[in-house]
């Protein structure tokens, strides 16, 4: 049987539906369907153009390698332990059905209620009608990518409640309404400058603040009203355990613990992949997890809700949107085992170098490039080419997600669709055609050399020339190797 | 007596002969008897890397014709070996001669260290830059990398270290991609350029002389950077240097 | 009509690999020469504070030589022997009004030396926002429940049963700004973990 809500086909955007994702990626009202080929270059162009800015973010990107490299190093069982991560993901998805079952039923004897979204808008609307339910107007949420997936915080505003994204770098860009630049570090991307005029025009602090433990006093003076104030909460979910019904929220801040504990409303959305067998296997995640965002051996507060609080009501909404069709795809289905830690980003040379904003998705990155294109392949056909194939995000993965092959893989997908663009498709035929007669290849190449040897440098340094922007062509030599090697074999 | 097919990647066939010649002496002078079989082209890695699997795949059969007859094949050049051992199951479908050709394909500097086990000893009293080509580190394993935590070992530093006179420097980001990337190197051209300029600035930090590296399509785009830069550092692929080092 | 339930749950089960088993993970874990020390640096590397004492009667004395302490005006405590203690959790009807507190004192079951993280459960006392909107947070615990990893601290701690639990690590800190670290975010802007015995 085939669920047809499952989108396979490119004419929705990320969210499932048809309303254009424009506050948040695509341009100003325009329809965000069609194909977007050079979408990461041309953005990319634009981040490299500003020189200073590239290297403070690439740095700054790198420091968080650096941070996992020397926690990791402290790990002696580091690689047994991304092993184990990968052998229990890949346990459970190959019996994921059963084990949600069983996490569904135990949440429920612990008093929790539990909804089933097939997509990104029936998660909003679930959400949706369970606060409006209850009066609810004013919501804090901690962070989940899940909820910026499904655009959750633009449909809420929308009916007229007020969602405050409590997680300090959420929050900033919340009050800049831009999306996050990266999943656990969302403002990365600013300087304190920029954050503490942010401040100044939105939160009435003084002008021209800028040391970042003023900033965050700042911001937790502010929030804590939003906490206190609240009427629910809406957070996400790490690990959702099979075995006894209760998920775990990883964080630093404390605002999800802030969140959990005051409202009488407590809404946490997961992905289906979010769960876990046993008890004993979440260990082998939570040690590997912080070490890989950010170089901490665990985050500040590892909460385990079981249940509702004494008073107070807690719904689980589990969602789809894609995920059973990336399950149904071999060479894809690895990338369900992501635990969205950031590892692969933060090394990622050309993350490093276009910043987050330049993927124009939710979450960006190598994790982004290959999760993004199931649903909407045509507008983020650029993603699976944003890349050197260098192979450091898949060495990085605690959870052994192939990366880099999954990208090759992608690309060949987009080309059979026809969906590379029609430069690349031309010189690839051609290219392909020389190749595949050697004397074609020998005619050509001797050709092309003589001619690069003898055009005036004008002429072969032309504004079609993309490589001699700011390359040398090498010099051509007058034989080839095969000329040169016959000539001293006497042939 | 060991008999190769060696293969020559097209742009080092075209652009730099003498990384070729250099790879004929270095595998001659171990005793090794070299064939170049003259229908070569290419293993169409430019081809698949634009996803355009189609016209790559007659290449990919025409490699396995070509070669499959040896029983060794030797490439200087860890990308178009990458392509054959790791990415033409993607090209084509599953089969014996597939398989054999993925056992039997080698990169010139794991051929010399895992398969004839040399000692090279000789003299390069230079300061080297070693570049670690993504494909050759992470898809064929000729090191460790940065990433993992696993004992540390590097086939092409091993190679290097019976030459006296040489200084490696130490690089601040010892793997990081220079940029190349393929067709990323004009599609996505300026990252691609960033990328290379942030590498030989941390070759420069380091007092490079010469970076050198197993796979010449880095350097040819780190040489274009130099070149373009008035840089006096300059490239050499990991045979030359050896064939020079050990005369 | 299915619902969306089944919908999802026979698009996972028709989507599903053959079955893969699950690993035995015995292997993994680290050991520690001296637990105590090693839980101690952990705090201290996360940003808290850890003081060694050999008795429950001396722990009134350390918190007064923390000044946050010395100057709290509202001080909750589900450990005994806190003499500044004037909030009783249990008798709070609005967790709300926990707003202004300044020290909240916990009793943890076990700590965890590869990362200074505490257990702790919510217990019948319940109003568990006074943990995180007081501004200090102490935390109490026997020196003989440390334990030297997470496996360990999962074999040991009940995290099935109804209810809240949470391994805490240090105060509570971000480094969103420009990665410049800072402690005290949103949560505890310190955690003072006293190890006894």
Same mark, same amino acid.
């Given at each position: ?33 069609h ?40 790990v ?20 994921i ?6 996490f ?14 097939r ?20 919501v ?116 999800a ?150 990208l ?74 095969r ?9 | ?7 020559i ?70 990308s ?166 050990t005369? | ?15 599903? $690999? ?43 004395e ?44 916990? $009793? ?5 030396a ?27 615990? $026997? ?5 030297h990893d ?12 109804r ?7 240090? $105060?509570?800190?971000?480094?969103d700004?420009e ?19």
């Amino acid at each position: 049987m085939s669920s047809t809500y499952a989108l396979r086909q490119p004419t929705t955007d990320i969210d499932g539906t048809s309303m254009p994702a424009a506050r948040e990626h695509a341009p100003t009202g325009a329809a965000t369907n069609h194909a977007r080929p050079h979408e990461h270059a041309q953005k990319a162009a634009a981040f490299v153009a500003n020189d200073a800015r590239l290297h403070w973010h690439d740095q700054a990107i790198w420091f968080l390698r650096g941070k996992r490299d020397r926690v990791s190093s402290a790990v002696p069982d580091w690689e047994q332990l991304r092993s184990a991560a990968e052998q229990i993901k890949a346990h459970t998805l190959s019996q994921i059905a059963e084990y949600l079952e069983q996490f569904e039923r135990k949440a429920i004897q612990l008093g929790a209620q539990v909804h089933w979204a097939r997509d990104a808008d029936e998660h909003n609307r679930t959400v949706h009608s369970l606060l409006a339910e209850r009066g609810v107007q004013r919501v804090v949420k901690s962070k989940s990518m899940l909820t910026e997936e499904c655009h959750l915080n633009p449909y809420l505003e929308e009916r007229g409640i007020e969602v405050v994204d409590t997680d300090l770098g959420e929050r900033i860009v919340q009050l800049r309404r831009e999306p996050p630049s990266h999943i656990v570090m969302p403002a990365i991307h600013l300087k304190k400058e920029e954050i503490g005029e942010l401040f100044h025009q939105q939160l009435g602090s003084e002008k021209a603040l800028s040391d970042p433990k003023l900033l965050t006093e700042i911001a937790r003076q502010h929030l804590r009203q939003k906490f206190l104030a609240a009427q629910a909460t809406i957070s996400g979910v790490n690990f959702a355990i099979a075995e006894t019904g209760g998920f775990v929220v990883c964080t630093n801040e404390g605002n999800a613990d802030l969140g959990t504990s005051l409202p009488p409303l407590h809404i946490a959305c997961m992905g289906v992949e979010k769960v876990v067998p046993r008890l004993k296997d979440l260990p082998v995640f939570l040690r590997l997890l912080a070490r890989s965002a950010t170089g901490q051996p665990i985050t500040s507060y590892t909460s385990h809700f079981l249940g509702p609080r004494r008073g107070a009501e807690l719904h689980i909404v589990i969602v789809d949107h894609g995920r059973s069709g990336i399950l149904r795809r071999e060479e894809y289905r690895r990338s369900l085992h992501c635990i969205r830690c950031g590892a692969c980003m933060n090394t990622c040379p050309v993350y490093r170098r276009s910043g987050g904003h330049s993927y124009g998705v939710t979450v960006p990155g190598p994790i982004g490039s290959v999760l993004a294109p199931h649903i909407n392949p045509a507008a983020h056909s650029s993603l699976p080419f944003a890349s050197t194939l260098c192979g450091s995000c898949s060495d990085v993965c605690p959870v052994k997600v192939d990366l880099h092959h999954q990208l090759l893989v992608w690309r060949g997908e987009l080309g059979r669709a026809g969906l590379v663009p029609f430069s690349k498709r031309v010189a690839s035929k051609l290219g392909g055609w020389i190749l595949a007669r050697t004397w074609a290849y020998r005619f050509f190449g001797k050709l092309g050399r003589w001619f690069l040897a003898r055009l005036p440098r004008a002429v072969v340094y032309n504004r079609w020339n993309v490589w001699g922007r700011q390359r040398e062509l090498p010099a051509p030599p007058r034989e080839s190797f095969r000329e040169m090697y016959g000539r001293r074999r006497g042939q | 007596m060991v008999e190769v097919g060696l293969f020559i990647p097209c742009y080092v066939d075209q652009f730099y002969p003498r990384v070729g010649l250099s790879t004929v002496e270095l595998l001659e002078r171990q005793g090794v008897k070299v064939d170049f079989p003259q229908e070569q082209t290419c293993c169409g890695q430019p081809m698949a890397n634009s996803g355009c699997f189609a016209d790559a795949a007659p290449l990919a059969r025409n490699f396995l014709s070509i070669f499959s007859r040896y029983r060794y094949v030797v490439c200087p050049s860890g990308s178009c070996t990458s392509m054959v051992r790791n990415h033409y199951r993607n090209l084509l479908p599953d089969g014996p001669e597939l398989n054999e050709m993925r056992g039997k394909v080698y990169e010139l500097c794991e051929f010399l260290h895992d398969v004839l086990k040399v000692q090279l000893r000789g003299r390069f009293p230079h300061r080297v830059g070693l570049h670690q080509s993504c494909h050759g580190l992470r898809e064929l394993r000729l090191g460790a990398g940065s990433e993992r935590r696993i004992d540390g070992f590097d086939k092409i530093r091993d190679l290097l270290s019976g030459l006296e006179g040489i200084e490696l420097v130490q690089l601040a980001r010892p793997d990081d991609c220079c940029g190349f990337g393929g067709t990323f190197a004009v599609y996505e051209e300026a990252v691609s350029c960033a990328m290379g300029k942030d590498r030989i600035a941390d070759h420069e930090s380091a007092g490079a002389e010469i970076i050198a590296g197993a796979d010449m399509s880095c350097l040819m785009h780190l040489s274009g950077l130099l070149q373009r830069q008035k840089k006096p550092i300059r490239v050499m692929h990991v045979a030359e240097l050896l064939e020079e080092a050990t005369v | 009509m299915a619902n969306s339930r089944e919908l999802i749950l026979s698009a996972l089960r028709s989507a599903e $690999p053959t079955p893969i088993p699950l690993p035995d993970v015995s292997g993994v874990g680290v050991r520690y020469p001296d637990v105590r020390q090693q839980f101690a640096k952990a705090v201290a590397d996360v940003g808290g504070r850890c003081v060694l004492l050999s008795a429950p009667e001396m722990l009134d004395e350390a918190l007064s030589s923390l000044a946050e302490y010395a100057q709290a005006k509202r001080v909750a405590s589900l450990v005994p022997g806190v003499r500044k203690a004037n909030v009783e959790l249990a008798d709070v009807e609005d967790a709300h009004d926990l707003h202004d507190l300044d020290v909240c004192v916990l $009793p943890g079951e076990l700590g965890v030396a590869e990362n200074g993280a505490v257990w702790i459960r919510e217990g019948a006392s319940g109003n568990r926002a006074g943990w995180f909107l007081a501004q200090h947070m102490v935390l109490v615990l $026997p020196g003989a429940s440390i334990v030297h990893d997470m496996h360990q601290a999962y074999e040991r701690i009940d995290a099935g049963a109804r209810g809240f639990g949470i391994f805490i690590s240090g $105060p509570s800190k971000t480094a969103d700004i420009e990665q410049a670290l800072v402690i005290g975010a949103q949560g505890p802007r310190s955690c003072t973990v006293c190890v006894i015995g």
